[in-house]
């Protein structure tokens, strides 16, 4: 069965101790973060990969992409390999803004409607 590469954005500890100091009104980082986030598009995404925003959490053994996204939504810790990762966190259900990369290298982020190629 073809395996995904699972990319979620997440914080590093330094990150948030930036934020906590500008505060999140302040921070550019944190704006960016949470619209990447809750309002992803290909452009956000695409700059929040650059930025080393994301970071590979687990790969899910799946047939096609829509289990990927089944299966990580629910958390099937059978079919899924968490991997360690700069975040020191597993990885959490599978929601906008994070992004599966298929068995031939193309990566997608997960959109209200689905998911859309980066």
Partial sequence: MPSYK????????????EINREGEKNSSLWRFYQDANMYPDGDKVQNALRMGLYDHMANIEAPDMNQVVH????????????????????????????????????????????????
């Fill in 71 to 118: 299966l990580g939504y629910d958390i099937n810790e059978e079919k899924i390999e968490h991997l360690d990762n700069k975040f020191g966190r597993k990885m959490h259900s599978i929601t906008v803004g994070d992004v599966v990369e298929d068995p031939d290298g193309q990566k997608w982020f997960v959109n209200f409607g689905g998911y859309e190629k980066v």
């Fill in 6 to 17: 699972v990319y979620q954005m997440k914080l590093t500890d330094d990150q948030v101790d």
